[in-house]
């Protein structure tokens, strides 16, 4: 994982063979990140999952292969669940699978744009209607 910083800017690179949320939870330590909005992500990534809610709960679905990153984009928030992202994954013949992203590993490599939120903040609260950990602004 590297990453580089400019005013409330960050671009991340996770590298071959690393987490995708585990370089995001990397950061989000270093640099003291408490809100923050994941604006992009583009690359290749393998061992995927992705889910779709179907009101109860998520149905998943995994690919192991690498595959491309089409859409990547989600929140950071003060408290668990910290991250809330959505993707979309190309596999060789152009399919595109996505939805809740999961887990993935860099293959070869992925790249994510993050704007710091430094006076807004984001907290996951659990809805009463929905039953979900949902954005909230404290």
Excluded at 52 to 65: A, I, R
Excluded at 113 to 134: D, H, N, P, T
Aim: proline share 3%; net charge negative.
């Amino acid at each position: 994982m590297k990453y580089a910083m400019e005013n409330d800017f960050i671009i991340l690179k996770i590298e071959t063979g690393d987490d995708v949320f585990s370089a995001m939870n990397e950061l989000v330590t270093r640099e003291k990140i408490t809100s923050g909005i994941v604006l992009s992500g583009i690359g290749m990534i393998k061992n995927g999952k992705v889910g779709y809610l179907n009101g109860d709960k998520y149905v998943e679905m995994t690919f192991e292969e690498p595959r491309e990153v089409v859409s990547f984009s989600g929140s950071i928030a003060e408290n668990e669940p910290l991250f809330h992202i959505h993707g979309s994954f190309a596999d060789i013949h152009h399919n595109i699978t996505g939805g809740h992203f999961f887990q993935g590993t860099g293959s070869p490599m992925m790249e994510i744009s993050i704007k710091v939120l430094k006076k807004a903040r984001i907290i996951r609260k659990k809805s009463e209607k929905s039953g979900l950990m949902e954005l909230d602004f404290p």
